[in-house]
């Protein structure tokens, strides 16, 4: 099958009666920093919290009566994961989806609620593909590949459509990039009806090989693979997948880090009052951290909003540090009565707050008479810090 704009056409008539066409908005904070229009898909609220369901319902909902029998099988990090498990209870068909045993245990049990079974297998996306791979083989099942394969990546195409018809005079579009089905299906949309819109690819900088083929550097496949962006998180980029779709329809691809994209998930908890998990922030982190050719409107994709509730408080902690809201702050005095209450005074006096404070009298370094104090402080941006610095330099403070 070829991944034409018929073809996503023809899925976007299957995908009307099951998915969301979800919100398309300004950003008025996002505009004012990047200086361009800046619109947010919000496909973190489509249904099972991402846009996977585009592609695996795409694919479910064409297989053959015999296909439908045998059932099938998946591997993935969560959000392909329940996609394929819904859209399998809505056919009547049975599923089972091979996840790493580090998936979020949110979205292993989404995907165990959605009706499929659930097989923990590997340590990262690359080993439960291959155990699917290998039940695929014994037991007959119809495999539903993640992104090689031309009903996915017509049904993930199905975003830009919309995307188009909410801004027809769009200039570029960011788009988060895993193993490159959703990229590609926004491209080939993209480019066939506005082809000087620039597409724009993101990825997460600890797992960076498909920006590594397209840069034509030597593609890394590091042992671990330990980022926020799970759901952008694959070990080895298809040569497949650049080869026929991204090196031909991607302007641009780029890394953003894990403290990057905590950032941009704080920013948008506070500004959009959305939810997005690491792979739905990372183009809002692009967008911060890259200096990017965007034009006078750009539409960012929030892709997903299955963020694991455990790493909530740490990603706002991370994304706070990062935007200058908290500062860590170490500092060495005499160690002498009235000292943390001149020090306490100070950081009154700047209008910060102190959050947490700690006192370390043995630490290597320090002098008989010397005291190492650590302080968690709210603040307000970097330039607070730094003044926050300078007056505890003046008072003779050593600040490590």
């Known amino acids: 099958m070829q991944v034409d704009i018929q073809a996503i056409r023809q899925a976007r008539e299957k995908l009307k009666p099951v998915i969301r066409d979800t919100e398309i908005d300004l950003s008025l904070s996002l505009t004012q920093r990047a200086g361009c229009d800046v619109y947010l898909k919000f496909e973190n609220q489509q249904y099972t919290g991402s846009f996977k369901l585009r592609g695996a319902y795409n694919k479910i909902s064409s297989l053959t009566a015999e296909e439908r029998a045998r059932g099938v099988i998946a591997c993935s990090a969560g959000n392909h994961a329940q996609g394929v498990a819904l859209s399998a209870t809505k056919a009547g068909v049975k599923s089972r989806v091979v996840m790493p045993k580090g998936a979020p245990l949110i979205k292993v049990e989404a ?36 992104y090689e394969d031309p009903l996915i990546i017509a049904g993930q195409g199905t975003l830009g459509l919309e995307i188009l018809e909410a801004i027809p005079d769009l200039d570029s579009v960011i788009v988060p990039v895993g193993g490159g089905g959703m990229i590609s299906g926004i491209g080939i949309a993209i480019k066939t ?5 620039r597409v724009i ?25 330990s980022t926020i962006a799970d759901g952008i998180a694959i070990k080895r980029p298809s040569q497949l997948m650049y080869d026929k779709y991204i090196s031909k329809y991607v302007d641009e691809l780029v890394t953003v880090t894990d403290d990057q994209i905590a950032e ?9 009052k959305t ?6 922030a990372a183009g809002v982190a692009a967008l911060l951290h890259h200096k ?3 034009g006078k409107k750009t539409c960012v994709i929030l892709c997903g909003g299955n963020i694991d509730l455990n790493m909530v408080a740490k990603v706002i902690e991370k994304g706070q540090i990062q935007r200058g809201r908290l500062a860590q702050l170490s500092v060495v005095v005499d160690d002498l009565p009235g000292n943390l209450n001149k020090l306490t005074r100070l950081i009154a006096e700047q209008k910060a707050n102190v959050l947490e404070v700690h006192h370390d009298r043995i630490s290597q370094g320090l002098y008989l008479r010397e005291t190492r104090i650590d302080f968690v402080l709210e603040t307000r941006n970097q330039e607070h810090i730094d003044a926050l610095k300078i007056a505890m330099l003046k008072e003779g403070c050593r600040i490590l």
């Open 264 to 272: 941009a998930i704080v920013i948008l908890l506070e500004r959009a």
């Open 201 to 225: 690819g993101v990825q997460s900088a600890q797992a960076p090989g498909m920006a590594q083929l397209f840069r034509h550097e030597t593609v890394s496949s590091p042992k671990i693979l």
């Open 275 to 280: 939810v997005t998990e690491g792979s739905g």
């Open 111 to 146: 995907t165990r609620g959605y009706g499929a079974e659930v097989v923990l297998y590997g340590d990262i996306f690359d080993e439960a593909l291959e155990k699917a791979r290998e039940m695929e083989r014994a037991e007959g099942l119809v495999f539903v590949h993640p």
């Open 193 to 197: 009806l506005r082809p000087q819109c």
């Open 292 to 294: 990017l050719n965007l």
